[in-house]
T-cell receptor
Framework: QKEVEQNSGPLSVPEGAIASLNCTYS??????FFWYRQYSGKSPELIMS????GDKEDGRFTAQLNKASQYVSLLIRDSQPSDSATYLC????????????FGAGTILRVKS | EPEVTQTPSHQVTQMGQEVILRCVPI?????FYWYRQILGQKVEFLVS????????KSEIFDDQFSVERPDGSNFTLKIRSTKLEDSAMYFC????????????FGEGSWLTVV
């Protein structure tokens, strides 16, 4: 079983719509979860971190965590063409030592 | 806003040559990392470094790789004898406290081995 799984996409949404990005992880002991955005040829840029079950909102972004289901998601409201990028889910996997493990990323395309 | 800086941004090297990638982590951060991303693939953990020693390393980080903090600000990744498959973007990162804390990435060093 892969440590961090994401649907590779591409996920296409119209401008102004809500984009929903999902991620599952294997280690029940994980405590720290992150969403990064990566534009082509650039480095990962932190969008949000979440540590507790429930929702965490920051501007147009909402991260949702459900540790019982081992599931973390990112909602982007009022999607803009500039949101088009690859979104990386990253989880601190304690099971394999203390390291941040990335999913393969979901490509998001926002159409104007 | 403090940031992680990396040099060079792009390096082309002959197979078998040694390469050193340099990084200046955020000044009050205590944990340092190297990750790499082969073109079209996911970001992969290489090594973490704390208190002047390696705290974690992946199976990718074999004897050809080494890390060093030669002074109070720089953090380097050395590849002793580069192979074609070492061609990738190498990201340096740092975090303020223990792992689990937010990790901030530099802009990356793109290494091409020919």
């Amino acid at each position: 079983q892969k440590e961090v799984e994401q649907n590779s996409g591409p996920l296409s949404v119209p401008e102004g719509a809500i984009a929903s990005l999902n991620c599952t992880y294997s280690d029940r002991g994980s405590q720290s979860f992150f969403w990064y955005r990566q534009y082509s040829g650039k480095s990962p840029e932190l969008i949000m971190s979440i540590y507790s079950n429930g929702d965490k909102e920051d501007g147009r972004f909402t991260a949702q965590l459900n540790k019982a289901s081992q599931y973390v998601s990112l909602l982007i409201r009022d999607s803009q063409p500039s949101d088009s990028a690859t979104y990386l889910c990253a989880v601190h996997i304690m099971e394999y030592g203390n390291k941040l493990v990335f999913g393969a990323g979901t490509i998001l395309r926002v159409k104007s | 806003e403090p940031e992680v800086t990396q040099t060079p941004s792009h390096q082309v090297t002959q197979m078998g040559q040694e390469v050193i990638l340099r990084c200046v982590p955020i000044s009050n951060h205590l944990y340092f990392y190297w990750y790499r991303q082969i073109l079209g693939q996911k970001v992969e953990f290489l090594v973490s470094f704390y208190n002047n020693e390696i705290s974690e390393k992946s199976e990718i980080f074999d004897d050809q790789f080494s890390v060093e903090r030669p002074d109070g600000s720089n953090f380097t990744l050395k590849i002793r004898s580069t192979k074609l498959e070492d061609s990738a973007m190498y990201f340096c990162a740092s975090s303020e406290r223990v792992p689990g804390n937010t990790i901030y990435f530099g802009e990356g060093s793109w290494l091409t081995v020919v």
